[in-house]
Structures are given as structure tokens and as C-alpha cells.
């Protein structure tokens, strides 16, 4: 007992004579800089059709944004919770997620950070945003729809005094609708600039509410309404109508579960239930009077996928617009549910073509695409540069885990074509710009150039472009403005992530900004040449900065060297244990192997580059380390398998010799005496079992008899070697070991020795030449992987991950714990088993991949070169925005004059979004300045003085001739600036003097005294009949003069819409530092 106190009092005095680290828990702050790849909790959609911004909302509190060009970025929730909702504020920068405790997130795409969070008092049940403008729909439990606004000036998501209850619109209505009863879709109505909104209740009720006449101008719903019923379930029966003869229903009430516009003008909705039934609704027919709903069978018709008495509900519904067709209700709809139950789950599509007024149906097409994965979201996605009406939309399907494919327009008009329910068809998958899964990543690596050859000229790699996505497809994301920084023409690499995979391929990327461009694509085979294992899956990489020189080791014990720098080496150098081989290589671009080394049939496990890059030491399974002379290419020692080692090689480091003579052990000789000059290198040889050996590396000569080992048995993970750091230690107050005492220490340089084990860290000093660890620390849970990292150009942490997934950093030398955290609170992420393998750290950066995503990380606090705002690319492109907002203002103003022309913008309005709750394909949206009339309505209650009132479908307005009057166009020679200014008052008022002022266009019944007085003239009946024949006269030309402006206003239109795709096809070949 007094000699186990006396012990445990030594090494406790021994480790108080460690010098302190000099890491502190300010200096660490673990950030996100880079993020690629789809999470796999994957739930939620968002498009921004101006933007061309995806954005994908996960289940864990994250949302991802993917642009053009590799340019992606990751926002973090403070609460891990679902998100239930995204929209984007098109074209504003902004984006607004609902999570499932109803918490209203704001966030800033341009800084990536959240601007603004509200706390909903109730469960919020439907969401939309008013497209292009800031406002936004808020339906919640208890069958409340409010209004919101996001003001960008102020930073704040404002509740206004506007909304509307259930128990106000059921009154209007006549229809019963509790006050409880949720709201489950609030639907903007296209092309009513936000005037119009159609609100759908749990129990099927549907209303259509105009928020500037304060009337309901359409209910749907009830127990009453008669209906044809159709059913699509087999390829033979759709290309029949909808027959008429089928007998009616009566609709009962049911819930609703999902529901879209099916109409570009958003005349028909379609509804689906929860027993899968699918209706459509013409909400053009308006109610003519309080509580009846017309009861004309035209307006709504039923539709059924399956025939079957159990259906699934019908879960997402969404409506495309025909390219082909000239009617605005003919298009795609696409569902997912409403199938039998127990049948395979597919995404439906089919073709349905309406005849005028809804009277009937006809599919012309439908078809089942099997789906990777179970399904997720789905999105509409307009294609860019869209124009003349006609507008190619494709679809985003999301599928877990983290799966995103595309159907673009014309692989889903081929399959609709071929007339079969489940043809085979391709989708473009996410082209990732990590691939991780397909092939499968089996090991990674970063490096950073180190900072004293920054100055020279190390680093000459050349870029090359991102590769196409396959099969000719272009990928529709474009959206994003990369770092000013990483478009430059003397941008240089300053930092590389390497990848190797299954099938012996390796990928380079240059990762000196967090938009990763990749550099090239080395296939595992040489060309021409036939290496036996050239495809075996890589196991081992390593990078030299210094000369540009890649090493690449794989499980069937192939060293591969490939030159990076852009020299052309005409000699490819095959080496095995026997032969050395030279053979002549065809011209190539790009990098290329310039040798392969066969020396064993074993995996490499360790790769280590020495003095520059012109050693390289490769350690293999079999426990043998070979030594490659990197100018020669050649081989200078390959050791027999070391005696008494059955455990595999873990890592390798290289170090140096202080003292000139020592007891050496040749791997085929007993110990003897050999002489060691000054500086020689030593290689550090760590082996699974945790024992450390030494050989001499210049001749593979074995220093010390036996190894440095401990009595417990451990699993080895890693080793470094610490130089400079000065320890104080006595022999006599050391832990001691199993081994005997060698004299390593006396010849090796001023250094410590760091192992990391699964169980424990064991610090050794080189100095003191004893085998005995001066410090250790034993987990309380498994360690999986470590790294050391600098500050300050010195070693002052290590970084370790659990299989916990929990991360630690510990000072050096003293090993002190300085800071906690986990896989989960920096990414979400569980640990998942070999993920230690894909992970890498340099310079106070760490790379890992899991499941589909890769994340880089930085760990200093005082590191902001990768972090900078500067650096980011940037979500949000504001030349665009302005750009498009231009574009709307100028098209609003030629609307005015020349009436609705869809899709002249396209070319810069490029896409739609469309959500769980659909919008239909509406490219004419008008900008944010379009919704100014909303600030006043929204501002105060929406009737505080009386209910709504409904619209009378029997007023009509009438028009007569002799009331329009038509002035003359000023004379285009004016050139004046008064005279210009007055052109332009003019134009403002053409649509006042050709229908007349706003107020007089309301018809009145006048008395016949009123007729007498304007008509009774004093005159005889000749001049009576010449005062007629004038009139006549006169209308004549009004006539004449109304269709010669309505053909100038044409003949304005087109070369308008000219000018339009001549831009169009301009601004698609110019970045935007062109702009």
C-alpha cells in the first residue's frame, strides 16, 4: 500500500511538471464553413423561380439552399425541431420556415442567418405566401386566416390587424362551418395581383374570398352537389372522356388533404380527400345568392385513380400548365396518393384536357414513376428563358434519404407518349459535387499548403470546369454569385480535398474557397498499360504540397504516384519487388500516373512524405514499410516482415536522429553496432496492438531491439510526434512499462511522443530515453479517430471523435480537456460506424463525410479566412433581383396598354415555385410594387362594420359606343423634354380615355325625360336626319380609329416580345461580373 501511494505520488508530481497548453476554450469556436450534399432527414421543398434557389427543410431544424455552380449553403435552426412549411419571398432574398411548435422563422439568404423569429400562439395548419410581394397567409386550428408582412427595412415579420375568421365567412355563406374547424390550405388565386384568396376548411368547405370588395365571389362544398364521376385506372381506359352517363353522386362531406390550382387563371381547383377521391371545382361559377350553390353538373367533376373501395389519401396535388395547348385548364397533374391501399408507392402523372366550361374531362394519358426511395416532396419547376406563353416544366421529386431527381419537360412527354402506365423513364439524380454513395467514398483527405511555401511557387495546379450532369441534361439550378475571390485570374490552390473510392477512381478539389471547384477525375487504370488490383479500392492517401505529388494506396497493396503540377511526363515507371519497368505514355491532358509500385499483395494502411516530397514511406498490412525515392522513382529499401509482429501497421510519422552511433538491429542481421549519421530521418512505426518501433529511414535498419509497449492491452488509433516542447521529468517517478530500457531517446531529437489508443492517450518523452509514458488519460468511452492541430504555427490541440459521436479538444502536451461538443450540436449528425475513414483535419480545419453530406469545419476562433462573409458565396444574386424587378415593372406598364401577355418576361422570370399546397405555373407574377394597394387593405379589419357580402352573378356592365372617346396621339416629332413628359401622362391615361373615366363607367337606367332631353331636337325632319347621318359619320371613325390603334398596340407587343428573347439569349451567355 505505502509503495502503490508512493508510486501514484510520483507520476502525479511527474505530470505536474508538464508545461501548460496554451489553448483555451475562447480560442475554439466550431463553425460550419462548408456544407455539400442533401441531408438525409430530407422533408420539405422550396423553389425561388427568379433565383433558381432550391431550398429543402429537414426534419432535425436545417435547411438547405443549392445554387449553380457548386454553390451551396447550410442554415441551422437553434431548435432541432421539423419544419412544417417553406416558402421563399421570391426574389427578395428572404426565406420563411414554420416549425412544428409554430415558431415563424425569417431568414437572410444574402447574410445567411436567421432575421427574425415569432412565436405563433396557435397551431398554424396552412401557410402561403402572396407571390412577389412580403405579405403572407396564415391559417391555423381554430379556422382563423391572418395576415402577415415581412418588413426588410426594419428586420421584422409584422402580425396585421386583417383576418378572417370561420364564424364571419360562415355567416355570409350560410353554410355551418365551427369555429373550430381548421383551415387546411390558403391558396392566392393566380393573376389577381393578391386580391383574391381561396381558403379550404378540414371539413371540405371551400371559399373563395376577394380581399378588395370584401365579397365571397365562390363557395364550395356541402352535402348537396351533384357531380359526374370519372375513374383513371388502367391504360385502356384513358384515352375515353369522362362518360356522362354515369350515374351522380351526392358529395358527402369529407377532408380535405391536399389541393391545387388546375388552371393558369385559376378558374379550377382540384381538390384531393382522405378517402382518395379527387374533385375539381370550377370556381369561375359564382353563388347567386345567400347559402345556394348552383347545382349545374358542369361544375365539378370527380376523379378516381383506382376503382377500389380503399384508397390512400390523396397526399400532394400539383398542376402544370400543357405547353402544347392553347386552353389555360389543359396541363399535368401530378399526385402522390390516391391508389389502392397495398399498391407499389409512385408518383402519378396524367394528361387531362378540359372542354370549355368543365362540361367534360378527357385523359389522354397516365403514368406511375416508381419512385428511389419513399417519397418525400415534390416541386414544380418551370424552365428558364420561357417565353411567349409557352413554358417547359419539369418536376423536382425528393425521396428519402436525402435522394433529389429531376424529370425534366421532355422526359415526361416522351413517357406520356408511349401511352403505358408504368414505362421506363430516367431521372437526372442530384449531381452532387462530393459524390459519396455512388461510387461509395472509402477515404479522404484536406491539406493546406503550408504557410512557408505560400510565398513561392508550390502550388501550380490548373482548374478544370465542373462536369455535366449526365445523359445531355442541364441542370436547372443556376441561382447564387460566387466570392469575387474565386473568380480571379490569379487565383492559385492554397488548399485541396481528395477523395478515393470503391472503384479506384480519386476525385481533386480545390477547396481554397467554401465553393469546392473540381480539378480532376483520375481513374484507377493507366492507359494502355494493364495493372493487375489498378481498380481494388483505395485505402490510403496522402498530398505533398511542395511538389504537386499525389500518393494513392489501395487495398491490393498498389502505390500509385500521380504528378499534379501540369508537366507532361512522357515515361510511366512500373516497379514491382523484382522488376523495374519504363514505358512509354501517349500525349494526355490533365494529371497523370507516373509510376505504380507492386511490392506485396497487402492493403496500404500508412502513407507518409519526407523531406519535401522526396521520400515517401508506405506502410502495409503485412507489417512490412518500403521506402520510394520520389525522383527517381525507384525503390530504396522494402523491409522483410518485422519479427514477432502479427498485428497490422495503424500509422507511420517520420522523425530525426540527434547522436551519431547506437545499437541497431538490420532487419536481416542480429543487433550489432552500426554507425547512424547526424540528421538522419527515423520512421515511427505504430501497430494496431499499440507497440511503437523505429527503423533508420534511410536504410530500413530496426533501432532498439524491442518496441515501446505498455502492460495493458489497447487498441492503437494514432501517433504523433510533438517537437520542441521542453518536459521536465524524473526517471524514478515514471510509470514503468513491460519492455526493457532502450537508448532511442539519447539519439532522438527534443521531442514527445503522443499515442492515442480506443481507451486511452499515453504521452512518451523521446529525451528521457526510457520506455514509460509521462502522462495518461483514460476514456470513459471509445475513441475512433484523432488529429492534431496548430495555432500559432505551433501543435496546440487534439481534436478527438468518439463513437459516441461526442468531440473533444485537449491541450498539448498537458492533455487538459478545453472544450466539449458532438456530432449532433455542430451538424445534427449520429455517428455512424467508418466514419472515421472519410475524415481529415489541417491547419485547424476538419473534413468528414456521413451518409450523403460533407461538411467543413473550422475549430479556431481566430481563423476567419475561410469563414469571412467575403469568402461565401452568395445566395442571393441582387443584380438579378434588380434586374427582374425592372423587367415586371416595365411589363406591368405594357399590360396597361396592351392587354395580359404571358411569358414575354420569361427569359428573366426564370421559374415557379410551386408548394405542398400547389400554385399553378403563373410567370406574370407582377413585382412587389404591384402589392402596394394590399399596405391599406391589410392595414385594418377586413369588414368591422358589416359581414362580407356576395357577389351578384347578375350584374353586368354595359358599354356603349357613342361613350368612348378617343383623342389623337400627340405628334411623334415632339422632341421636347415638356412634350416628352406630357407623351408619357398620355400613355398613363389611354386605357381612361378608351373606356372612359373610372367613375363614369358604372351603367345607370336613365328616364325618358333624360332620353328627350339629350335626344329632341328643334330642328325639322331633314335636319333631324342629318344630325343622324353625322353621328353615323362619327362613329364610323371612332370605329376606324379604335382598330387602328389596336393594331399599332399588336404590332408594339411583338417587337416587344422580340426585344425580350433577343435579351433573353444575351443575358444566358453573361456572368454576372459581365453585367
Request: glycine share 6%; aromatic share 8%; with cysteine.
Amino acid at each position: 500500500m505505502i509503495a502503490k501511494r508512493l508510486f501514484q505520488k510520483a507520476v502525479h508530481h511527474s505530470q505536474q511538471n508538464l508545461k501548460h497548453g496554451s489553448l483555451k476554450s475562447a480560442d475554439l469556436d466550431f463553425q460550419v464553413a462548408g456544407h455539400y450534399g442533401v441531408p438525409a432527414t430530407a422533408s420539405i421543398l422550396a423553389f425561388d423561380y427568379v433565383q433558381r434557389l432550391l431550398a429543402i427543410a429537414t426534419l432535425d431544424g436545417r435547411i438547405k439552399v443549392i445554387g449553380g455552380d457548386g454553390i451551396e449553403g447550410l442554415l441551422m435552426s437553434p431548435k432541432k425541431l421539423p419544419y412544417k412549411n417553406l416558402e421563399f419571398l421570391q426574389n427578395q432574398g428572404f426565406l420563411v420556415g414554420i416549425t412544428n411548435t409554430n415558431e415563424i422563422q425569417v431568414w437572410n439568404l444574402e447574410i445567411r442567418s436567421l432575421a427574425f423569429c415569432l412565436q405563433w400562439e396557435s397551431n398554424i395548419t396552412a401557410f402561403s405566401v402572396i407571390r412577389g410581394s412580403h405579405f403572407m397567409y396564415v391559417g391555423d386550428e381554430y379556422g382563423l386566416t391572418s395576415v402577415m408582412k415581412y418588413d426588410s427595412d426594419e428586420g421584422k415579420l409584422l402580425q396585421l390587424p386583417y383576418s378572417i375568421s370561420a364564424k364571419s365567412l360562415s355567416e355570409v355563406t350560410g353554410f355551418p362551418l365551427p369555429d373550430d374547424q381548421p383551415v387546411v390550405g390558403v391558396l392566392p388565386q393566380p393573376c389577381s395581383s393578391g386580391n383574391r384568396v381561396l381558403i379550404a376548411y378540414e371539413n371540405g368547405l371551400i371559399i373563395l374570398w376577394d380581399v378588395s370588395e370584401a365579397q365571397v365571389p365562390f363557395v364550395g362544398g356541402g352535402k348537396d352537389l351533384q357531380l359526374k364521376n370519372g375513374i383513371v385506372d388502367s391504360p385502356s381506359e384513358v384515352d375515353s372522356n369522362l362518360p356522362d352517363n354515369k350515374p351522380e353522386h351526392h358529395l358527402q362531406e369529407k377532408e380535405i388533404s391536399a389541393l391545387c390550382w388546375a388552371s393558369s387563371d385559376g378558374s379550377i381547383l382540384a381538390v384531393g380527400y382522405l378517402d382518395g377521391d379527387i374533385l375539381f371545382w370550377n370556381t369561375s361559377r359564382a353563388i347567386s345568392s345567400k347559402g345556394q350553390q348552383t347545382r349545374l353538373r358542369s361544375n365539378v367533376v370527380k376523379l378516381e385513380l383506382s376503382s377500389a373501395e380503399r384508397r390512400l389519401p390523396v397526399i400532394v396535388l400539383h398542376w402544370s400548365t400543357n405547353n402544347e395547348s392553347r386552353a389555360d385548364s389543359d396541363g399535368r397533374l401530378f399526385i402522390y396518393g390516391g391508389d389502392e391501399i397495398g399498391s407499389e408507392e409512385v408518383l402519378t402523372v396524367l394528361s387531362l384536357e378540359w372542354s370549355s366550361g368543365m362540361e367534360s374531362l378527357r385523359c389522354v394519358a397516365r403514368v406511375d414513376l416508381t419512385l428511389t426511395g419513399s417519397f418525400a416532396d415534390m416541386i414544380l419547376l418551370p424552365s428558364a428563358g420561357a417565353t411567349g406563353g409557352i413554358h417547359k416544366t419539369g418536376i423536382f421529386v425528393l425521396s428519402s434519404p436525402g435522394q433529389l431527381h429531376l424529370y425534366d419537360d421532355a422526359s415526361l412527354s416522351a413517357v406520356l407518349s408511349q401511352q403505358e402506365k408504368k414505362p421506363s423513364v430516367s431521372a437526372v439524380e442530384y449531381p452532387r459535387v462530393i459524390p459519396i454513395a455512388d461510387p461509395v467514398m472509402t477515404v479522404a483527405k484536406f491539406s493546406v499548403l503550408p504557410a512557408s511555401a505560400k510565398s513561392s511557387k508550390a502550388s501550380v495546379m490548373k482548374l478544370s470546369s465542373l462536369p455535366t450532369v449526365a445523359s445531355g441534361t442541364k441542370w436547372p439550378l443556376t441561382g447564387g454569385v460566387p466570392s469575387q475571390s474565386s473568380v480571379t485570374k490569379n487565383h492559385t490552390v492554397d488548399k485541396v480535398y481528395v477523395a478515393g473510392y470503391q472503384d479506384g477512381s480519386v476525385r481533386i478539389w480545390d477547396a481554397t474557397y467554401p465553393a469546392l471547384t473540381l480539378i480532376c477525375v483520375l481513374e484507377g487504370e493507366v492507359q494502355g498499360i494493364k495493372v493487375a488490383g489498378s481498380t481494388a479500392p483505395v485505402s490510403k492517401l496522402n498530398f505533398c504540397f511542395l511538389n504537386s505529388s499525389l500518393a494513392v494506396g489501395n487495398e491490393c497493396g498498389l502505390v500509385c504516384i500521380y504528378n499534379l503540377n501540369g508537366s507532361s511526363e512522357p515515361n510511366f515507371y512500373f516497379v514491382t519487388e523484382t522488376k523495374h519497368e519504363v514505358h512509354r505514355l501517349p500525349e494526355q491532358k490533365g494529371p497523370q500516373c507516373t509510376a505504380v509500385f507492386s511490392l506485396v499483395n497487402s492493403p496500404v494502411q500508412a502513407l507518409e512524405f519526407a523531406n519535401s516530397g522526396a521520400k515517401l514511406a508506405v506502410g502495409f498490412e503485412c507489417c512490412r514499410v518500403a521506402v520510394l525515392d520520389m525522383s527517381s522513382l525507384s525503390v530504396i529499401f522494402f523491409t522483410d516482415c518485422i519479427s514477432g509482429y502479427s498485428s497490422p501497421i495503424t500509422s507511420m510519422t517520420w522523425t530525426e536522429f540527434r547522436n551519431t552511433r547506437s545499437h541497431v538491429k538490420h532487419p536481416n542481421h542480429s543487433e550489432t553496432n552500426v554507425s547512424v549519421n547526424p540528421a538522419e530521418e527515423v520512421i515511427c512505426i505504430l501497430f494496431k496492438n499499440a507497440k511503437i518501433n523505429f527503423i533508420d529511414g534511410g536504410t530500413g535498419n530496426m533501432i532498439s531491439s524491442r518496441p515501446w509497449h505498455s502492460k495493458e492491452d489497447a487498441i492503437a488509433i494514432s501517433m504523433y510526434v510533438i517537437g520542441n516542447t521542453s518536459v521536465e521529468i524524473n526517471s524514478h517517478e515514471t510509470e514503468h512499462l513491460s519492455s526493457e530500457p532502450a537508448c532511442v531517446g539519447e539519439r532522438l531529437s527534443d521531442a514527445l511522443v503522443l499515442l492515442c489508443c480506443e481507451d486511452s492517450l499515453r504521452l512518451y518523452s523521446k529525451k528521457s530515453g526510457n520506455n514509460k509514458s509521462i502522462r495518461k488519460v483514460k476514456h470513459a468511452k471509445p475513441c475512433c479517430w484523432t488529429a492534431t492541430f496548430e495555432k500559432d504555427g505551433k501543435v496546440c490541440g487534439l481534436l478527438m471523435l468518439f463513437q459516441t459521436g461526442v468531440i473533444e479538444i485537449r491541450s498539448l502536451p498537458d492533455l487538459e480537456l478545453v472544450k466539449e461538443s458532438s456530432l449532433m450540436s455542430i451538424l445534427r449528425w449520429n455517428f455512424k460506424a467508418n466514419i472515421d475513414k472519410t475524415m481529415s483535419a489541417d491547419n485547424g480545419q476538419m473534413t468528414l463525410a456521413n451518409g450523403s453530406e460533407v461538411a467543413f469545419i473550422y475549430l479556431l476562433a481566430a481563423e476567419n479566412d475561410f469563414r469571412i462573409l467575403e469568402s461565401l458565396p452568395c445566395l442571393h444574386d441582387k443584380v438579378l433581383a434588380a434586374a427582374a424587378d425592372a423587367a415586371f415593372s416595365f411589363s406591368s406598364d405594357q399590360k396597361k396598354k396592351q392587354g395580359p401577355a404571358p411569358g414575354i418576361l420569361g427569359g428573366i422570370v426564370k421559374g415557379f415555385r410551386g408548394g405542398k399546397v400547389g400554385h399553378t405555373v403563373d410567370l406574370t407574377t407582377a413585382p412587389k410594387s404591384s402589392f402596394t394597394h394590399l399596405e391599406g387593405i391589410f392595414s385594418k379589419a377586413p369588414f368591422p362594420d358589416s359581414s362580407p357580402t356576395v357577389q351578384n352573378n347578375e350584374e353586368t356592365m354595359e358599354l356603349n359606343i357613342d361613350d368612348i372617346e378617343i383623342d389623337e396621339e400627340p405628334s411623334m416629332a415632339a422632341t421636347s423634354s415638356h412634350e416628352a413628359t406630357d407623351m408619357k401622362i398620355e400613355k398613363k391615361t389611354e386605357r381612361e380615355r378608351l373606356l372612359g373615366a373610372p367613375d363614369n363607367t358604372k351603367p345607370h337606367l336613365r328616364t325618358p325625360e333624360e332620353i328627350m332631353a339629350n335626344y329632341r331636337k328643334a330642328e325639322d325632319a331633314s335636319s333631324v336626319a342629318g344630325h343622324a347621318r353625322n353621328k353615323l359619320v362619327q362613329r364610323q371613325e371612332k370605329l376606324e380609329r379604335i382598330s387602328r390603334r389596336t393594331e399599332e398596340l399588336s404590332n408594339e407587343a411583338e417587337d416587344f416580345a422580340s426585344l425580350a428573347n433577343e435579351l433573353v439569349k444575351t443575358m444566358e451567355k453573361r456572368k454576372w461580373w459581365h453585367i
